[in-house]
């Protein structure tokens, strides 16, 4: 997997995984029992809604786990002043003049579809580093590459209402 996470992203993922652990797991152990105590198990829904929650449940902490073990961590040196992680920039595409803000985020927050970005992503490494009003060239591939301008750097250290993915 090797993902490149933030300390702050590897300390919520154990966080949920002793959540998982102490709270969920007993819980839905519980649930088992007692969907097992009502009788055939081959026709007890109850009893197999059961067992896939459990399932699932246990499947999520090997996933996190195995994150865990496996990330890169990375550091954000970045002055107040520079694009870092946790920070929204605003940028103008310049072929055609429209404004986006983006939050630069680890490769496990990534939702574009909520401007998240990763500062792996081609956008993402172009701003990192950068200050506002500069022109960066942002390269998607050897044959592309576009330009966008630097608006306005906001920063947002604060992780809090950000979520790990669930893949």
């Known amino acids: 997997m090797n993902d490149s996470l933030t300390k702050a992203d590897i300390e919520k993922m154990r966080a949920e995984i002793e959540h998982r652990k102490l709270v969920v797991r007993p819980q839905l152990i519980s649930e088992v029992k007692e969907a097992r105590a009502q009788g055939d198990l ?3 829904f109850e009893y197999k809604a059961a067992k896939q929650a459990k399932n699932q449940n246990e499947s999520r902490i090997r996933y996190l786990e195995r994150m865990i073990k496996t ?30 803000t983006y939050k630069i985020v680890s490769t496990v927050r990534v939702d574009s579809l909520s401007n998240l970005i990763s500062f792996e992503s081609p956008l993402g490494k172009a701003v990192m580093g950068h200050k ?17 301008k630097i608006l306005k750097i906001e920063n947002n250290k604060d992780e809090s209402e950000d979520r790990i993915s669930s893949y």
């Open 132 to 148: 506002e009003g500069d022109r960066v060239k942002v390269e998607v591939s050897q044959d592309s590459s576009y330009y966008v």
């Open 42 to 44: 081959s026709e007890n």
């Open 71 to 100: 990330a890169r961590v990375f550091e954000d040196n970045s002055a107040d002043d520079e694009v870092g992680v946790n920070n929204f920039v605003t940028v103008r595409f310049e072929e055609d003049g429209e404004e986006e």
